[in-house]
T-cell receptor, first 117, second 114 residues
Framework: ETGVTQTPRHLVMGMTNKKSLKCEQHLGHNAMYWYKQSAKKPLELMFVYNFKEQTENNSVPSRFSPECPNSSHLFLHLHTLQPEDSALYLC????????????????FGPGTRLTVL | AQSVTQPDIHITVSEGASLELRCNYSYGATPYLFWYVQSPGQGLQLLLKYFSGDTLVQGIKGFEAEFKRSQSSFNLRKPSVHWSDAAEYFCAVAPNTNAGKSTFGDGTTLTVKP
Protein backbone atom coordinates (compact mmCIF):
# COMPACT_ATOMS: atom_id res chain seq x y z
CA GLU A 1 0.00 0.00 0.00
CA THR A 2 1.73 3.13 -1.25
CA GLY A 3 -0.88 5.70 -0.24
CA VAL A 4 -2.00 6.18 -3.84
CA THR A 5 -5.33 4.63 -4.81
CA GLN A 6 -6.87 4.29 -8.25
CA THR A 7 -10.42 3.47 -9.27
CA PRO A 8 -11.67 1.56 -11.05
CA ARG A 9 -9.05 -1.18 -11.18
CA HIS A 10 -10.50 -2.54 -14.41
CA LEU A 11 -12.54 -0.80 -17.09
CA VAL A 12 -13.96 -2.03 -20.37
CA MET A 13 -15.43 0.58 -22.67
CA GLY A 14 -16.58 1.00 -26.22
CA MET A 15 -15.09 3.55 -28.56
CA THR A 16 -18.09 5.86 -28.20
CA ASN A 17 -18.26 5.78 -24.41
CA LYS A 18 -17.15 8.45 -21.97
CA LYS A 19 -15.54 7.33 -18.75
CA SER A 20 -13.22 8.72 -16.09
CA LEU A 21 -10.32 7.30 -14.13
CA LYS A 22 -9.75 8.53 -10.60
CA CYS A 23 -6.58 8.78 -8.56
CA GLU A 24 -6.29 9.85 -4.94
CA GLN A 25 -3.16 10.26 -2.86
CA HIS A 26 -3.07 10.33 0.93
CA LEU A 27 0.57 11.37 1.23
CA GLY A 28 0.30 15.14 1.30
CA HIS A 29 2.19 15.40 -1.98
CA ASN A 30 2.10 18.39 -4.30
CA ALA A 31 2.59 16.74 -7.67
CA MET A 32 0.61 14.07 -9.50
CA TYR A 33 1.27 12.20 -12.72
CA TRP A 34 -0.51 10.04 -15.29
CA TYR A 35 1.45 7.32 -17.06
CA LYS A 36 0.45 4.86 -19.77
CA GLN A 37 1.91 1.35 -19.71
CA SER A 38 1.28 -0.66 -22.86
CA ALA A 39 2.39 -4.21 -23.51
CA LYS A 40 5.91 -4.40 -24.91
CA LYS A 41 6.46 -0.64 -24.51
CA PRO A 42 8.15 1.40 -21.80
CA LEU A 43 6.19 3.49 -19.36
CA GLU A 44 5.07 6.72 -21.02
CA LEU A 45 4.56 9.92 -19.07
CA MET A 46 1.29 11.58 -20.12
CA PHE A 47 0.58 14.51 -17.79
CA VAL A 48 2.12 16.22 -14.77
CA TYR A 49 0.38 18.50 -12.29
CA ASN A 50 2.10 20.64 -9.70
CA PHE A 51 -0.04 22.34 -7.08
CA LYS A 52 -3.12 21.67 -9.27
CA GLU A 53 -1.55 23.30 -12.32
CA GLN A 54 -0.68 21.27 -15.40
CA THR A 55 3.04 21.56 -16.06
CA GLU A 56 3.51 18.83 -18.63
CA ASN A 57 1.48 17.40 -21.50
CA ASN A 58 3.56 14.87 -23.35
CA SER A 59 1.79 15.27 -26.71
CA VAL A 60 -1.20 13.30 -25.51
CA PRO A 61 -4.23 13.12 -27.87
CA SER A 62 -7.16 15.29 -26.88
CA ARG A 63 -9.37 12.26 -26.30
CA PHE A 64 -7.55 12.10 -22.96
CA SER A 65 -8.48 15.02 -20.73
CA PRO A 66 -6.92 15.35 -17.27
CA GLU A 67 -8.37 17.23 -14.34
CA CYS A 68 -6.76 18.07 -11.01
CA PRO A 69 -9.23 19.78 -8.68
CA ASN A 70 -6.80 19.71 -5.75
CA SER A 71 -3.40 18.30 -4.87
CA SER A 72 -4.92 15.04 -3.61
CA HIS A 73 -7.09 14.11 -6.57
CA LEU A 74 -6.39 13.52 -10.22
CA PHE A 75 -8.80 12.43 -12.92
CA LEU A 76 -8.37 11.25 -16.48
CA HIS A 77 -11.47 11.76 -18.59
CA LEU A 78 -11.75 9.46 -21.57
CA HIS A 79 -13.88 9.87 -24.69
CA THR A 80 -13.94 8.35 -28.18
CA LEU A 81 -10.96 6.15 -27.43
CA GLN A 82 -9.33 3.77 -29.87
CA PRO A 83 -8.47 0.09 -29.31
CA GLU A 84 -4.78 1.02 -29.24
CA ASP A 85 -5.51 3.05 -26.10
CA SER A 86 -6.00 -0.20 -24.20
CA ALA A 87 -3.30 -0.24 -21.53
CA LEU A 88 -2.58 0.00 -17.83
CA TYR A 89 -2.92 3.60 -16.69
CA LEU A 90 -0.81 4.41 -13.68
CA CYS A 91 -1.09 7.38 -11.40
CA UNK A 92 1.80 8.58 -9.28
CA UNK A 93 2.45 11.36 -6.81
CA UNK A 94 5.58 13.01 -5.44
CA UNK A 95 6.32 15.52 -2.71
CA UNK A 96 7.88 18.48 -4.48
CA UNK A 97 6.63 18.15 -8.03
CA UNK A 98 8.58 18.07 -11.26
CA UNK A 99 8.50 21.83 -11.54
CA UNK A 100 10.25 22.07 -8.22
CA UNK A 101 13.09 19.85 -9.38
CA UNK A 102 15.38 18.38 -6.81
CA UNK A 103 15.48 14.96 -5.30
CA UNK A 104 11.90 13.90 -5.74
CA UNK A 105 10.55 10.37 -5.50
CA UNK A 106 7.40 9.11 -7.14
CA UNK A 107 4.89 6.80 -5.48
CA PHE A 108 2.69 4.78 -7.80
CA GLY A 109 -0.86 3.55 -7.52
CA PRO A 110 -1.90 0.04 -8.61
CA GLY A 111 -3.22 1.22 -11.97
CA THR A 112 -6.42 0.93 -13.96
CA ARG A 113 -6.45 -1.77 -16.62
CA LEU A 114 -8.37 -0.23 -19.54
CA THR A 115 -9.72 -2.25 -22.45
CA VAL A 116 -11.26 -0.42 -25.40
CA LEU A 117 -13.46 -2.54 -27.62
CA ALA B 1 17.49 14.15 -23.29
CA GLN B 2 18.14 11.11 -21.18
CA SER B 3 17.57 7.49 -22.13
CA VAL B 4 17.87 4.12 -20.44
CA THR B 5 18.44 0.61 -21.74
CA GLN B 6 17.74 -2.67 -20.04
CA PRO B 7 19.50 -5.21 -22.26
CA ASP B 8 17.81 -8.30 -20.82
CA ILE B 9 14.12 -8.73 -21.58
CA HIS B 10 13.79 -11.91 -19.54
CA ILE B 11 16.01 -13.56 -16.93
CA THR B 12 15.51 -16.88 -15.16
CA VAL B 13 17.37 -17.78 -11.99
CA SER B 14 17.06 -20.54 -9.44
CA GLU B 15 15.82 -19.76 -5.97
CA GLY B 16 18.77 -19.02 -3.74
CA ALA B 17 21.01 -18.00 -6.62
CA SER B 18 22.44 -14.53 -7.04
CA LEU B 19 20.88 -11.99 -9.38
CA GLU B 20 22.14 -9.11 -11.44
CA LEU B 21 19.88 -7.02 -13.68
CA ARG B 22 21.59 -4.64 -16.06
CA CYS B 23 20.77 -1.01 -16.69
CA ASN B 24 22.64 1.43 -18.91
CA TYR B 25 21.78 5.08 -19.19
CA SER B 26 22.57 8.02 -21.40
CA TYR B 27 22.74 11.50 -19.91
CA GLY B 28 25.15 14.39 -20.19
CA ALA B 29 25.84 14.66 -16.47
CA THR B 30 25.35 12.56 -13.37
CA PRO B 31 21.67 11.61 -13.41
CA TYR B 32 19.23 10.50 -10.80
CA LEU B 33 18.71 6.74 -11.07
CA PHE B 34 15.96 4.47 -9.83
CA TRP B 35 14.97 0.82 -9.77
CA TYR B 36 11.31 -0.16 -9.48
CA VAL B 37 9.61 -3.53 -9.21
CA GLN B 38 6.16 -4.35 -10.56
CA SER B 39 4.26 -7.48 -9.59
CA PRO B 40 1.45 -8.67 -11.86
CA GLY B 41 -1.58 -6.41 -11.67
CA GLN B 42 0.21 -3.92 -9.45
CA GLY B 43 1.77 -0.53 -9.74
CA LEU B 44 5.48 0.22 -9.49
CA GLN B 45 7.23 0.02 -6.14
CA LEU B 46 10.50 1.87 -5.61
CA LEU B 47 13.35 -0.47 -4.67
CA LEU B 48 16.15 2.08 -4.42
CA LYS B 49 17.43 5.34 -5.82
CA TYR B 50 20.72 7.12 -6.42
CA PHE B 51 21.04 10.87 -6.22
CA SER B 52 24.66 11.39 -5.19
CA GLY B 53 27.31 10.21 -2.74
CA ASP B 54 28.07 6.57 -2.11
CA THR B 55 27.86 4.73 -5.41
CA LEU B 56 26.62 1.52 -3.76
CA VAL B 57 22.99 2.00 -2.83
CA GLN B 58 21.03 -0.25 -0.52
CA GLY B 59 17.32 -0.74 -1.09
CA ILE B 60 14.39 -2.67 0.24
CA LYS B 61 13.92 -6.44 0.06
CA GLY B 62 17.68 -7.06 0.15
CA PHE B 63 18.43 -5.37 -3.18
CA GLU B 64 21.39 -3.13 -3.90
CA ALA B 65 22.63 -1.28 -6.96
CA GLU B 66 25.95 0.22 -7.93
CA PHE B 67 26.37 3.38 -9.93
CA LYS B 68 29.35 3.18 -12.27
CA ARG B 69 29.93 6.47 -14.04
CA SER B 70 32.65 5.09 -16.32
CA GLN B 71 30.29 2.44 -17.64
CA SER B 72 27.08 4.53 -17.51
CA SER B 73 25.52 1.68 -15.61
CA PHE B 74 23.32 1.16 -12.58
CA ASN B 75 22.98 -2.59 -12.20
CA LEU B 76 20.67 -4.13 -9.63
CA ARG B 77 21.88 -7.05 -7.53
CA LYS B 78 20.62 -9.45 -4.93
CA PRO B 79 22.81 -12.16 -3.35
CA SER B 80 20.06 -14.75 -2.91
CA VAL B 81 16.81 -14.65 -4.83
CA HIS B 82 13.49 -15.70 -3.29
CA TRP B 83 10.52 -17.03 -5.23
CA SER B 84 8.60 -13.88 -4.26
CA ASP B 85 11.09 -11.77 -6.23
CA ALA B 86 9.56 -12.96 -9.49
CA ALA B 87 8.27 -9.77 -11.09
CA GLU B 88 9.14 -7.15 -13.67
CA TYR B 89 11.92 -4.73 -12.88
CA PHE B 90 12.28 -1.25 -14.32
CA CYS B 91 15.27 1.02 -14.31
CA ALA B 92 14.62 4.75 -14.64
CA VAL B 93 16.79 7.80 -15.19
CA ALA B 94 15.93 11.41 -14.48
CA PRO B 95 17.84 14.66 -14.98
CA ASN B 96 19.66 15.86 -11.88
CA THR B 97 17.60 19.02 -11.93
CA ASN B 98 14.23 17.28 -11.90
CA ALA B 99 13.75 13.84 -10.45
CA GLY B 100 10.09 13.93 -11.43
CA LYS B 101 10.87 13.66 -15.15
CA SER B 102 11.94 10.05 -15.23
CA THR B 103 12.47 8.02 -18.37
CA PHE B 104 11.86 4.31 -17.89
CA GLY B 105 13.52 1.31 -19.48
CA ASP B 106 11.56 -1.45 -21.18
CA GLY B 107 11.79 -3.64 -18.12
CA THR B 108 13.27 -7.05 -17.31
CA THR B 109 11.00 -9.92 -16.37
CA LEU B 110 12.46 -12.13 -13.66
CA THR B 111 11.39 -15.76 -13.35
CA VAL B 112 12.51 -17.72 -10.31
CA LYS B 113 12.83 -21.51 -10.59
CA PRO B 114 12.23 -23.63 -7.51
Amino acid sequence: ETGVTQTPRHLVMGMTNKKSLKCEQHLGHNAMYWYKQSAKKPLELMFVYNFKEQTENNSVPSRFSPECPNSSHLFLHLHTLQPEDSALYLCASSPAGSGGGGRDTQYFGPGTRLTVL
Amino acid sequence: AQSVTQPDIHITVSEGASLELRCNYSYGATPYLFWYVQSPGQGLQLLLKYFSGDTLVQGIKGFEAEFKRSQSSFNLRKPSVHWSDAAEYFCAVAPNTNAGKSTFGDGTTLTVKP
